[in-house]
């Protein structure tokens, strides 16, 4: 909760690092910042500023084609489905990550602007867990980035197996609203999956 609390400030008030670090109850700027870039995935300073050079998403077609095949399982990635509620307009954001809590960076990650398949790929052999955050459509920075109880949440049932380039696990995911246990670093999946894919 109070790296949730620390990500709002810094996305809603002008509120110094240092300031919000002692806001949410920390005495150690130092201890404040490593744990914030563990848990949401970026140092403060960074998404505060990752916040304001993020554009928001143009979704141009938000209908799948019900029609579409289902996509043939491919080696070192794999096709899955998200399901949201019908009256759901915005983005989602899929990462794939090393632990069931996630830090850092995803593994690899995706975004689509309606719910249907997806595909992630370049992925070694190991245990992953995925997880998504779904954004509506706001036409004000701010409120798309921090959405409150309006956004949706998904991870997998269990792990995500890849073993000699093929997987196991269940890639289907159903948007739900949030819960208190869900991580605080899901929610940072825009600007997280923004960065990486700036990378290349």
């Known amino acids: 909760m109070r790296f949730r609390m620390a990500r709002r400030l810094l996305l809603t008030t002008p509120l110094s ?12 700027t130092g201890s404040f910042t490593s744990r914030f870039t563990q848990l949401i995935g970026l140092p403060p300073r960074l998404l505060r500023r990752q916040a304001h050079e993020f554009e928001l998403p143009r979704i141009e077609n938000t209908e799948q084609d019900p029609a579409l095949p289902a996509p043939v399982h491919m080696k070192n990635g794999f096709p899955g489905w998200i399901s949201a509620p019908p009256t759901f ?3 989602i954001y899929v990462g794939l990550f090393s632990r069931p809590i996630p830090q850092g960076p995803p593994v690899s990650c995706t975004q689509l602007h309606a719910p249907g398949f997806y595909h ?5 052999d190991g245990v992953y867990y995925l997880m998504a955050a779904a954004f509506p459509m706001a036409t004000d920075l701010q409120l798309y980035l921090e959405p ?7 991870k997998s049932a269990g792990p995500i197996i890849i073993h000699n380039g093929y997987v196991a696990g269940d890639p289907n995911l159903v948007l739900r609203p949030p819960l208190l246990t869900d991580p605080p670093l899901v929610m940072a999946l825009p600007l997280r ?3 990486k894919t700036k990378r290349y």
């Open 17 to 28: 690092v240092t300031d919000i670090c002692f806001e949410v109850g920390y005495t150690s």
């Open 89 to 91: 307009q915005g983005t």
């Open 120 to 124: 992630l790929t370049n992925i070694s």
């Open 148 to 154: 409150g109880e309006n956004i949706l949440l998904a």
């Open 193 to 195: 999956i923004n960065r």
